[in-house]
T-cell receptor
Framework: DADVTQTPRNRITKTGKRIMLECSQT?????MYWYRQDPGLGLRLIYY???????NKGEISDGYSVSRQAQAKFSLSLESAIPNQTALYFC????????????FGPGTRLTVL | DQQVKQNSPSLSVQEGRISILNCDYT??????FLWYKKYPAEGPTFLIS?????DKNEDGRFTVFLNKSAKHLSLHIVPSQPGDSAVYFC???????????FGSGTQLTVLP
């Protein structure tokens, strides 16, 4: 079983729709992250959370919101999707110790028409 | 402004030869560097890392070199194998929040 899972794996939606991407982990890690990947730009941090009560904006948080429902669950929402939010989205986790090695989920491919 | 740059979008190497992937950075506050490998339809997976106080770290076929004065790191894969064909991202850590900043990735193709 995968340690970090993301649902859905693929989603096509229309401009203006609300979308939620979900992430669950069984690694027992406190820290969780949401990234997006665009061609030629690598991975960029959207939001991160160090525990259930701690949510922080990343480099590109505009147009996104998150919810940390439990230690194991971290959801990313697009309140009103727009075409330039078409991208590959990754959730990641890490623990409090060590050197911030992050463990990634398989990704969600989102297309906004 | 990209603080971590991978200037080569792609690299092709013959099986058995050395692959060298490069990464440049601009922020002198980065204290830790990591390489991730990504196969299609999968998330990135951690490969190897190096602290800013070291200049080399080796793990099997993979070696990472850090040149702080040049703000440059490289990943050497010897010998390269077809299964190494993937996108490689370098990442750098900074700050009390230990955020990672990623480069844009290099697609490595190892030809049999």
């Amino acid at each position: 079983d995968a340690d970090v899972t993301q649902t859905p794996r693929n989603r096509i939606t229309k401009t203006g729709k609300r979308i939620m991407l979900e992430c669950s982990q069984t690694k027992g890690h406190d820290r969780m992250y949401w990234y997006r990947q665009d061609p030629g730009l690598g991975l960029r941090l959207i939001y991160y959370s160090f525990d259930v009560k701690d949510i922080n904006k990343g480099e590109i948080s505009d147009g996104y919101s998150v919810s940390r429902q439990a230690q194991a669950k971290f959801s990313l929402s697009l309140e009103s999707a727009i075409p330039n939010q078409t991208a590959l989205y990754f959730c990641a986790t890490s623990d409090l110790t060590g050197y911030n090695e992050q463990f990634f989920g398989p990704g969600t491919r989102l297309t906004v028409l | 402004d990209q603080q971590v740059k991978q200037n080569s979008p792609s690299l092709s190497v013959q099986e058995g030869r050395i692959s060298i992937l490069n990464c440049d950075y601009t922020n002198s506050m980065f204290d830790y560097f990591l390489w991730y490998k990504k196969y299609p339809a999968e998330g990135p997976t951690f490969l190897i890392s190096i602290s800013s106080i070291k200049d080399k770290n080796e793990d099997g076929r993979f070696t990472v070199f850090l040149n702080k004065s040049a703000k440059h790191l490289s990943l050497h894969i010897v010998p390269s194998q077809p299964g190494d064909s993937a996108v490689y991202f370098c990442a750098a850590r900074t700050g009390s929040a230990r955020q990672l900043t990623f480069g844009s990735g290099t697609q490595l193709t190892v030809l049999p």
